[in-house]
Nanobody, 123 residues
Framework: QVQLVESGGGLVQPGGSLRLSCVAS????????MNWYRQAPGKERELVAG????????DYADSVKGRFTISRDDAKNTVYLQMISLKPEDTAVYFC????????????????WGQGTQVTVSS
């Protein structure tokens, strides 16, 4: 079955950095556009960074532009989220999301989610 497993979360001080990883299995990774979402307590889940198509143009939430970078390694079935200059407001559970795409058309309803990894930014 399909599994997305996130790792790399933890406690970091403001201004610090973390790199999140999400390893996918049970799917053809190169056919999926990968996204990172986050959900803070009491707030809705929001898209942080994502690809328009597999390995396509990346887009970012305004709140993280210039600080977060999404990348992928198809040989390792892994997507990363490099986060620098972290702020307390970045504290959330971060989720990996894979959306199936065919012929550069993605189907949002055909997707999978990881279980999430906690990121806490605090001094």
């Amino acid at each position: 079955q399909v599994q997305l497993v996130e790792s790399g979360g933890g406690l970091v001080q403001p201004g610090g950095s973390l790199r999140l990883s999400c390893v996918a299995s049970g799917l053809t990774f190169s056919s999926y556009a990968m996204n990172w979402y986050r959900q803070a307590p009491g707030k809705e889940r929001e898209l942080v960074a994502g690809e328009s198509t597999p390995s396509g143009t990346a887009d970012y939430a305004d709140s993280v532009k210039g600080r977060f970078t999404i990348s992928r390694d198809d040989a390792k079935n892994t997507v990363y989220l490099q986060m620098i200059s972290l702020k307390p407001e970045d504290t959330a559970v971060y989720f990996c999301n894979a959306v199936y795409c065919s012929d550069y058309k993605c189907v949002p309803s055909y997707d999978y989610w990881g279980q999430g990894t906690q990121v806490t930014v605090s001094s």
